[in-house]
């Protein structure tokens, strides 16, 4: 699992899923440059993305039950409603269904069906409820993990590629085991940061009254608990720091392991994980198993057993009865996120099963929503686009020869993959029952730890998948060197082959672009044409880039996220690369594509300015204030706003289509460019 090195273009899940209240599949899609979206009052050289989205923002208010609203959440609905059709039918069809629609109908019905779920109450964590109590002391600690696998507890176990050598996959620990989404939650001092400490405290306490604890008993746990896991926090690394993979990469023996956390039975942990014979492996943070070790030795066992039946709780709340599933929004939907209703009940469940058994739900999807025309379509569309790369790349004044070659080797090895894999997941070893809902949902975690771990010392798959295919995003995965676009991410509104060129590049186009330039961004630069981490660049060439990238960095760091809260220029660096060099990409992939051709003017635009709006218009969004927070902290993506227009106002090409002056915001003086 190569979790820290993914890159998305769009972050859409927060705290809770998304989407909204639908009633048909058949929904008319709005087309790709929607003229009716644009704000005709604004001058698009002042504010690109007040100009292109204004209109789109007043007419699309945040629904209720959602933390944000964008046109890639109104599509990821529109695909939820046809998988619940998909569902429905799957659910109905009784003994004659195959084997895939058993499980996907199956894990539907089970999750639908509220009053079992109601009336089975905490029976389902019974069982993980004794071990804990059952434990005699500390030592019993790693055998009860081993038995939370997926659950959040203290670290994560899991498969890698080596990232020196990307042909192996060696087993990996990685720091985890806290309730708040970062690190920088239990340890900033600021007024917002404590006050949402304490809310989260007495959300542990909530959580532990509900498998019974006594109101005073619960207050002490939780204080407990939040000192655990700060002393877990102070350990970690920094999401900044987990974008630089010579951070991450600690390969050493099983015994090292044990020196830097040696109260931690690690012999009880794998042999039980089902890895007996390991002997070396990855530490991503060996600080934070030094820092693990600590809490071991310095809390006692009660509190560490409170620890483990809060994690109990958390990581299976919203698949328990009425009262954990709303305690646990209050706190993460609400407080967190700030949406003011839990979503209905269906677009959960559809979410879950997406999440558990995508690749089977993803087999009925494609048939209905993604035809072969789609994939060829995007497939020349992603041919076009590494063509102007290799352009690109030809025509840089800035890179030595030497090092040209190497990331040329690199685009031509990268690999494309486009709309779902070619070999189908097999689920056939999980058992999915009709009357069991949290059953289901503990059995496809360690269904799905077991396929992780069963990569150990095996070749590495690469036609694997990492997103299911009705998923509204894509990826560039370093250690693979591949670009990957599921199915629910190539339709209208962002990908429609029956739509005009301009806006079709300046969306899908410059999406393409974006994952592919992830392959040459501050992170992706780092592996090389096979995915190993290996420096490729001759030292002036890399001192060339930093200057360039830092260039970025100081841009991005002078927006404002929300409130007193700035972008966080190193954080999202990666990703503001991308969004500039795909624009560029997709800019020349459509100049080439139509050369010699006379575009005429649409609806009062050129074409030129039909393409920037497409672009403008990808990023429509509405986001609340307590998320914005959230993603300041955690998501290496700027704020839709300043993609669009920290983008554009890097771009000659886009002052010239809307005749823009020196001096207006659209226009920086100093330009950055990378790629
Ligand atoms: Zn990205």
């Known amino acids: 699992m190569f979790r820290m090195t993914l890159v998305l273009i769009l972050l859409l899940t927060a705290a809770t899923a998304n989407a909204q209240n639908a009633s048909t599949a058949s929904t008319v899609h709005p087309p790709v440059l929607d003229i009716t979206s644009i704000d005709p009052s604004v001058d698009p050289c002042t504010d690109f993305f007040a100009y292109s989205c204004g209109d789109w923002l007043k007419k699309n208010p945040i629904p209720p039950d959602k933390t944000s609203w964008s046109a890639a959440a109104k599509l990821q609905d529109e695909n939820k409603v046809l998988l619940r059709e998909i569902l429905e039918e799957a659910s109905a069809g009784g003994a004659s269904r195959d084997p895939v629609k058993q499980k996907i109908g199956d894990y539907y019905a089970a999750c639908m069906d509220e009053k079992t779920v109601e009336a089975a109450g905490t029976k389902p964590l019974q069982g993980g409820l004794e071990r804990i109590s059952g434990m005699h002391s500390k030592r019993d600690i790693a055998r009860v ?12 176990f899991q498969s890698d590629q080596d990232f020196k050598n990307s042909s192996q996959v060696i087993a990996e620990v990685d720091q985890g085991g806290l309730g708040l989404p970062d690190r920088d939650y239990y340890l900033r001092t600021d007024a917002k940061s404590v006050e949402l400490r304490q809310a989260y405290v007495a959300h542990v306490q909530k959580m532990l009254e509900l498998l019974g604890d006594a ?15 700060t002393a877990l926090a102070k350990g970690s690394l920094t999401q900044v720091e987990r974008r630089d993979p010579k951070l991450l990469y600690h ?24 890895q007996p014979g390991l002997r070396s492996l990855n530490v991503t943070a060996p600080e934070f198993f030094r820092a693990m070790d600590s809490a071991l030795k310095k809390e006692d066992l009660e509190s560490w057993k409170a620890y483990l039946r809060w994690h109990l709780a958390h990581a299976n709340a919203p698949y328990l009865a009425t009262a954990f599933v709303n305690t646990d929004f209050d706190f993460f939907g609400k407080t967190l996120g700030g949406a003011q209703e839990l979503e209905p009940r269906w677009q959960r469940c559809v979410g879950y099963v997406d999440n558990d058994l995508g690749e089977a739900l993803g087999q009925a999807y494609v048939q209905r929503a993604f035809p072969p025309e789609a994939k060829q379509h995007a497939q020349k569309m992603v041919k076009q686009i590494e063509e102007a790369m290799q352009q690109d790349i030809d025509g840089l004044p800035w890179m030595s020869a030497a090092t040209k070659q190497e990331a040329l080797e690199k685009l031509h090895t990268l690999a494309n993959k486009i709309g779902y894999p070619d070999k189908w997941r097999d689920y056939s070893a999980l058992t999915i029952a009709r009357d069991d809902n949290v059953g289901n949902v503990l059995r ?3 269904f799905e730890f077991n396929r992780q771990i069963a990569k150990i010392g095996k070749p590495v798959d690469r036609g694997e998948w990492s997103m299911s295919p009705p998923t509204v995003n894509a990826y560039y995965n370093p250690q693979i060197n591949d670009i990957n676009f599921p199915a629910g991410i190539l339709q209208p509104p962002f990908f429609d082959p029956r739509a005009d060129d301009a806006p079709n590049y300046g969306d899908t186009g410059a999406t393409i672009g974006h994952e592919l330039t992830h392959g040459f961004d501050d992170e992706g630069r780092q592996f090389d044409a096979q995915g190993n981490l290996r420096d490729w660049w001759t030292a002036e060439d890399g001192k060339q880039f930093d200057q360039r990238a830092s260039c970025i960095a100081d841009q991005y760091s002078q927006y404002v996220a929300v409130d007193d809260i700035k972008v966080n220029g190193e954080l999202t660096m990666g990703e503001n690369v991308a969004d500039l060099g795909g624009l560029m990409l997709a800019y020349m992939a459509w100049k080439n594509e139509t050369r010699g051709q006379k575009l005429e003017p649409i609806d009062g635009f050129t074409p030129e300015q039909r393409f920037f709006i497409g672009y403008g218009q990808a990023w429509c969004s509405n986001t609340r204030d307590e998320t914005k927070r959230m993603w300041a902290t955690i998501d290496p993506h700027s704020p839709d706003k300043y ?33």
């Open 145 to 156: 993990a081993s038995e939370m696998l997926g659950q959040g507890v203290l670290f994560d």
């Open 215 to 229: 109101p005073a008993v619960a207050a002490t746990e939780a204080q407990s608990i939040l000192q655990i896991e």
């Open 251 to 274: 390969k050493m023996s099983r015994h090292k392991l044990e020196e830097l956390s040696p109260s931690f039975r690690w012999k009880d942990y794998f042999d039980r994980a089902g």
């Open 444 to 446: 496809a975690r360690v």
């Open 643 to 675: 993609r669009a227009n920290g983008v554009v106002a890097n771009t000659p090409e886009f002052q010239q289509a809307f005749q823009c002056k020196a001096g207006s915001p659209m226009v920086r003086q100093k330009r950055c460019r990378v790629w």
